[in-house]
DNA sequence: GTCTATATTTCGATAGAC
DNA sequence: GTCTATCGAAATATAGAC
């Protein structure tokens, strides 16, 4: 557990370099559109060695779908069971926020191959846990909940995603601490969380 | 023109009638994960016959591609050049969404391949016209505009997609008319448009 | 653990009859 | 316009030496 940090400065085992060269061809490139071949040539070795430390191009992919899994657990865990206030969502998007941000290459690797992920939890068997969408998506559904903070809440993780991952190259990197005060800001506003504090104009 | 709607209710032609089998399979198994001979086979032909119809498989991507670019052609044509007002943005969004509405397949499509259609659009000289979401990209990315603003604007466009894509099923269906207005006062929100009267409060 | 083969499978694409 | 048959390419995966 001491080894999967975003950007291993050296990582440890073979394993892991794999895991690495591939997450970031399958971000690049996709994972249909990544052979082993490329995972291995980047790494210098040949297609052969990788099937030492992976029995399948899938359990690599299924390997890095492993990392999503991580996230959220503890802020999620903290939430009793039962209906969710607009104020518990916004303490758990705080949370999962930096979360998201450390591991920002998870989640785009799986934004942009959802329909990849998709396929994968329908056929294999395995992956008996939730990931973090799927426990969004469960309470998000809660008829127990008002429609309107339902509808406020999944547009609040939305706007996360607009501004961290949809558009975040439209906005200097320079920025990122503005960017997501802004953003934060904004999340109070979606989710009438704003302290009645007159809006400057 | 008059055939493209979203659920053809008897495709005139066989190109039509493919490119409904392609979308559809190309939304729950991924481009790569679906097969001409699947689509041949879902239409009682075989896989030649396509053949007849698109010169490659890409082609049959491409044709659904193409939907996209339509798609708030006519509201960003409106949009003068230079600096965008978050005004401006809630207006665009709002004639935007319900083309969104009635092409929601095609987005589901690049939301859910989207390595792919950028693998395609890297490759393909082809697709000189921008589609919405380079449009989009490089409105956000406009230096003239404040950041709070783009920020602001780029939450929005993912409020919408977080309800109306991400997370729509966790709503009833039949609770479409009361998510569209939680949605849009929400939108409201975001872009800090909700006229509270100055003086009330 | 990594290598050099090579096996196996699948798929996109083409040729030519009807 | 659709068929049968087949080609060629590319990728995953395996066998066995070192």
Do not use: C
């Amino acid at each position: 557990m001491t080894t999967d940090s975003q950007a291993d400065p050296e990582p440890t085992s073979m394993r892991e370099r794999i895991l690495d060269v591939a997450l970031d061809l399958f971000i690049a490139n996709g994972y249909d559109g990544t052979s082993l071949r490329e995972i291995a040539e980047k790494l210098g070795v040949t297609k052969a060695a990788l099937y030492y430390h992976f029995a399948s191009k899938e359990d690599i992919l299924m390997a890095l779908h492993m990392r999503l899994h991580a996230v959220g657990r503890s802020a999620l865990a903290q939430l009793a069971d039962g209906k969710v206030t607009v104020s518990q969502w916004r303490t758990l998007l705080d949370a999962v926020l930096e979360e998201m941000l450390s591991q920002r290459k998870i989640f785009l690797l799986h934004e942009r191959n959802q329909a990849v992920f998709e396929k994968l939890h329908r056929e294999d068997h395995v992956a008996e846990h939730e990931d973090i969408q799927d426990r969004f998506r469960k309470i998000l559904s809660d008829p127990a909940v008002p429609l309107r903070d339902r509808v406020r809440m999944a547009a609040s993780v939305g706007a996360v995603f607009g501004t961290l991952f949809m558009f975040r190259d439209a906005f200097g990197k320079e920025d990122d601490d503005r960017v997501g005060r802004f953003m934060r800001s904004s999340l109070d506003d979606i989710l009438g969380l704003r302290v009645a504090a007159p809006t400057k104009r």
